[in-house]
């Protein structure tokens, strides 16, 4: 089994639409945990932090569920440029800090 | 600069050939680390850095990978008798150890072609 795990997709929706991706993971120690955006041929940038208490940064939910080892990102009013590759990403302590990714889900807006 | 930079940014070599790629990290960032992306696939860790030692070896796929850090800063990841299957984007990050949001910022990667 893969430490972190994702719905490759793609999601294909369209403009204005509510879509979510889902993400778990394996290591029940995991410490932290976000999601990254990833644009074609371009290296992942931090999208935001996932908290214990679920977080919000204007059209993006993120929320953590440690019991079921689940995260989820929540897009509203998707927008053409939220079209990229969303990666999960777990951190935790081997002997030092690891963080490992999920394959990502591919996401299109369409207009 | 600002962020971490890879070098080079485009490789193509022949099969059975070494390559090294290069990592400068952020300055102040003690933590390393490398990923190879395959063609439409995810982030696969490679090797983890804290300081000049890396705790964590367990992503090199074979015994022809290795990697080194000197000086706390630049690391190179040493590829040997290079296969097809080596071809992919080698990303390099940094992060500050300690800091609780543990992002990481990765440079634009460098693109290993095997023919």
């Known amino acids: 089994r893969k430490e972190v795990e994702q719905d490759p997709g793609p999601f294909n929706v369209p403009e204005g639409a509510t879509v979510a991706f889902n993400c778990t993971y394996s290591n029940s120690a995991s410490q932290s945990f976000f999601w990254y955006r990833q644009d074609c041929r371009k290296e992942p940038k931090l999208l935001m932090s996932?908290?214990?208490s679920g977080n919000e940064d204007g059209r993006f939910t993120a929320q953590l569920n440690r019991a079921s080892q689940y995260i989820s990102l929540l897009i509203r009013d998707s927008k053409l440029s939220d079209s990229a590759t969303y990666l999960c990403a777990v951190r935790g302590y081997t002997g030092g800090f690891k963080t490992i990714f999920g394959a990502g889900t591919r996401l299109f807006v369409k207009a | 600069g600002a962020g971490v930079s890879q070098s080079p940014s485009n490789k193509v070599t022949e099969k059975g050939k070494d390559v090294e790629l290069r990592c400068d990290p952020i300055s102040g960032h003690t933590a390393l680390y490398w990923y190879r992306q395959s063609l439409g696939q995810g982030l696969e860790f490679l090797i983890y850095f804290q300081g000049n030692s890396a705790p964590d070896k367990s992503g090199l796929p074979s015994d022809r990978f290795s990697a080194e850090r000197t000086g706390g800063s630049v690391s190179t990841l040493t590829i040997q008798r290079t296969q097809q299957e080596d071809s992919a984007v080698y990303l390099c990050?940094?992060?500050?150890?300690?800091?609780?949001?543990?992002?990481?910022?990765f440079g634009e990667g460098s693109r290993l072609t095997v023919l």
């Open positions: 990050a940094s992060s500050l150890v300690g800091s609780w949001t543990g992002e990481l910022f």
């Open positions: 996932v908290y214990s």
